[in-house]
């Protein structure tokens, strides 16, 4: 089974493990990289699916940031992920 973090319930923020690789490109900047192209598109359309507002989204090395409208729609996504963790 799946595990997101281990934050306080309350929170709107999510981390979970993705196939994502921060490279830097010549400016200086991180770009990600997707070594399963199927995941980015699957989450978004997951979380469009079961109406869940997020309000950013920040890539970290092996791992997907998100931050949601409140914390409802956070513990929402989470019981969704950790529930069918294969669809992502």
């Given at each position: 089974?799946?595990?997101?973090?281990?934050?306080?319930?309350?929170?709107?923020?999510?981390?979970?493990?993705?196939?994502v690789?921060?490279?830097?490109?010549?400016?200086?900047?991180?770009?990600?990289?997707?070594?399963?192209?199927?995941?980015?598109?699957?989450?978004?359309?997951?979380?469009?699916?079961y109406?869940?507002?997020?309000?950013?989204?920040?890539?970290?090395?092996?791992?997907?940031?998100?931050?949601?409208?409140?914390?409802?729609?956070?513990?929402?996504?989470?019981?969704?992920?950790?529930?069918?963790?294969?669809?992502?």
């Open positions: 089974m799946a595990s997101v973090s281990k934050r306080k319930l309350n929170s709107k923020v999510v981390k979970i493990k993705a196939p690789m921060m490279v830097q490109q010549g400016d200086g900047y991180d770009t990600p990289v997707w070594m399963d192209r199927h995941f980015f598109p699957n989450l978004l359309d997951r979380i469009k699916k109406k869940i507002e997020m309000t950013g989204i920040e890539f970290k090395h092996n791992a997907v940031k998100i931050t949601f409208k409140d914390y409802k729609h956070a513990t929402k996504f989470r019981l969704i992920y950790e529930k069918t963790p294969e669809i992502f």
